[in-house]
């Protein structure tokens, strides 16, 4: 189990590197030409397209990972519960397409919404839920890799202008498509075809909607601010608060590996009653994550001032204000997230999962609109900042009420300790510099080596304890 569980993270994380690497070269092609007026545009439609796509998930890649996960060893359940739970998916699917196509007309969004219906229909083929139940991440990474390789080969050549926005938004989406309908050519080796019955695709439906609702309410804190900001402020705003995100984001990606890999395994631990054993794997991975996230909010506010103006572009000036606000939305996020999908999630305990998202929306919307009218962009990361924060603290004060669990406090304040000199050092020592990529490399390198030096001196580094284990 222990291999296979490597194994998986493996492939994960070979994915999720390349998808930190490949922003790293086409977001400044991306900013460059399209400007902050070209990314503003395709991101404001788009923040209006995600709400079809919520709609059309309806919760289904949450829930579908942990039915398949419970039936994986029984070839007749699992495609009785797969051709259920996709029958139903299709449906839903088509009825959505039909609204999305009379809102555009409706309010006038343009070609570059209606281009974006494309994102509805992947979400409607989308299977992954399937091989993440199934625990086989090496077909996901596989069609990912390729498909990243094809992203980057079309925007180093095809994007040059802001002229080129509508080819853009093709590009975009057309691979979004692709992504699901590959995956299918895997499918049909593991399930064969049980026609779906209505009585079990309305269960689905109506089990897939109890994770649908706080879907809805984690879009209103993580989506609708950008909707929010082109209509109440200015579309440059959105392509400057969506740049920091995606820089966040993308990080946040590689971390969340980590719970991508473990979730259907901490369901089968609280399946079989090992509940002791998969609390102490959780609070491995809080820890673990916290020593990484703590680093990188630290080297995303050290490096923001030099980063900006050679890797955006001049359009995104405001970004050095923005961006340091959004880091730390890295430490914030993972932590909920490891909560949620390791504890909350396997163990069914929806209603606690929906209570905290249901307050984070509610704040969400509130500090919205009062900070977006007066601070932009900047109230906009705020708002995003202070939800997750307190989304994670509850999520965090549920586990320890339960398992009396949690961060160990030491090794947290040193890591602050420690991230804090690093900033100053890094700052002291390339004031002088100028803001181009051998300046953020040095950057990177000095901040890296200072917080690693110092949270091993201050014995507060958990990659130590987890070398030792592996070496017995």
């Given at each position: 189990?222990?291999?296979?569980?490597?194994?998986?993270?493996?492939?994960?994380?070979?994915?999720?590197?390349?998808?930190?690497?490949?922003?790293?070269?086409?977001?400044?092609?991306?900013?460059?030409?399209?400007?902050?007026?070209?990314?503003?545009?395709?991101?404001?439609?788009?923040?209006?397209?995600?709400?079809?796509?919520?709609?059309?998930?309806?919760?289904?890649?949450?829930?579908?990972?942990?039915?398949?996960?419970?039936?994986?060893?029984?070839?007749?359940?699992?495609?009785?519960?797969?051709?259920?739970?996709?029958?139903?998916?299709?449906?839903?699917?088509?009825?959505?397409?039909?609204?999305?196509?009379?809102?555009?007309?409706?309010?006038?969004?343009?070609?570059?919404?209606?281009?974006?219906?494309?994102?509805?229909?992947?979400?409607?083929?989308?299977?992954?839920?399937?091989?993440?139940?199934?625990?086989?991440?090496?077909?996901?990474?596989?069609?990912?890799?390729?498909?990243?390789?094809?992203?980057?080969?079309?925007?180093?050549?095809?994007?040059?202008?802001?002229?080129?926005?509508?080819?853009?938004?093709?590009?975009?989406?057309?691979?979004?498509f692709l992504n699901p309908l590959t995956l299918w050519f895997f499918v049909h080796k593991k399930i064969s075809f049980v026609r779906p019955k209505i009585n079990d695709m309305f269960i689905a439906s109506k089990e897939s909607f109890l994770l649908f609702i706080p879907q809805v309410a984690i879009v209103l804190y993580t989506n609708m601010n950008k909707t929010m900001l082109g209509i109440l402020s200015s579309k440059s705003y959105v392509g400057v608060f969506t740049n920091a995100l995606l820089v966040t984001t993308t990080i946040i990606t590689l971390i969340s590996t980590i719970d991508t890999v473990l979730m259907?395994?901490?369901?089968?631990?609280?399946?079989?009653?090992?509940?002791?054993?998969?609390?102490?794997?959780?609070?491995?991975?809080?820890?673990?994550?916290?020593?990484?996230?703590?680093?990188?909010?630290?080297?995303?506010?050290?490096?923001?001032?030099?980063?900006?103006?050679?890797?955006?572009?001049?359009?995104?000036?405001?970004?050095?204000?923005?961006?340091?606000?959004?880091?730390?939305?890295?430490?914030?996020?993972?932590?909920?997230?490891?909560?949620?999908?390791?504890?909350?999630?396997?163990?069914?305990?929806?209603?606690?999962?929906?209570?905290?998202?249901?307050?984070?929306?509610?704040?969400?919307?509130?500090?919205?609109?009062?900070?977006?009218?007066?601070?932009?962009?900047?109230?906009?990361?705020?708002?995003?900042?202070?939800?997750?924060?307190?989304?994670?603290?509850?999520?965090?004060?549920?586990?320890?009420?339960?398992?009396?669990?949690?961060?160990?406090?030491?090794?947290?304040?040193?890591?602050?300790?420690?991230?804090?000199?690093?900033?100053?050092?890094?700052?002291?020592?390339?004031?002088?510099?100028?803001?181009?990529?051998?300046?953020?490399?040095?950057?990177?390198?000095?901040?890296?080596?200072?917080?690693?030096?110092?949270?091993?001196?201050?014995?507060?580094?958990?990659?130590?304890?987890?070398?030792?284990?592996?070496?017995?």
């Open positions: 189990m222990r291999k296979h569980i490597f194994q998986n993270l493996i492939y994960q994380s070979f994915y999720q590197v390349l998808k930190i690497i490949m922003p790293l070269i086409t977001v400044p092609i991306v900013s460059h030409a399209l400007g902050v007026q070209g990314i503003g545009k395709y991101s404001f439609a788009n923040s209006i397209a995600q709400y079809f796509v919520l709609i059309a998930a309806l919760g289904l890649p949450l829930y579908g990972t942990r039915e398949i996960a419970k039936v994986r060893d029984s070839k007749d359940d699992l495609s009785k519960t797969f051709w259920n739970l996709e029958g139903f998916s299709l449906i839903l699917t088509s009825m959505v397409v039909v609204f999305y196509f009379l809102a555009g007309f409706i309010f006038n969004l343009g070609l570059i919404y209606f281009i974006q219906v494309i994102l509805v229909l992947g979400t409607g083929l989308d299977v992954s839920w399937f091989f993440m139940g199934m625990e086989d991440f090496k077909k996901i990474t596989l069609v990912n890799f390729i498909l990243q390789i094809l992203y980057f080969v079309l925007i180093v050549t095809q994007i040059k202008s802001s002229g080129d926005l509508i080819k853009y938004t093709v590009f975009i989406s057309s691979l979004a259907p395994h901490a369901t089968r631990l609280f399946v079989q009653k090992k509940f002791r054993q998969g609390y102490r794997m959780i609070q491995k991975v809080l820890n673990l994550e916290v020593y990484f996230t703590i680093a990188i909010a630290a080297g995303i506010f050290a490096i923001t001032s030099k980063l900006v103006p050679w890797f955006f572009g001049a359009t995104f000036s405001l970004m050095e204000y923005v961006l340091p606000i959004a880091g730390l939305l890295v430490i914030a996020i993972p932590g909920g997230m490891t909560i949620s999908k390791q504890y909350l999630i396997p163990q069914g305990r929806i209603k606690e999962y929906n209570n905290s998202v249901y307050i984070g929306a509610v704040i969400s919307i509130l500090l919205n609109f009062i900070l977006i009218p007066v601070w932009g962009a900047i109230g906009a990361a705020l708002v995003s900042v202070i939800v997750e924060a307190i989304i994670w603290l509850i999520r965090l004060v549920d586990f320890w009420k339960r398992t009396h669990l949690g961060y160990s406090v030491r090794q947290v304040l040193m890591n602050l300790l420690s991230a804090g000199i690093m900033i100053l050092l890094v700052k002291l020592v390339t004031n002088g510099f100028g803001a181009n990529v051998l300046t953020t490399v040095i950057q990177v390198l000095i901040g890296g080596s200072i917080y690693l030096v110092l949270t091993t001196i201050l014995k507060a580094n958990p990659l130590i304890s987890i070398l030792k284990e592996i070496r017995k």
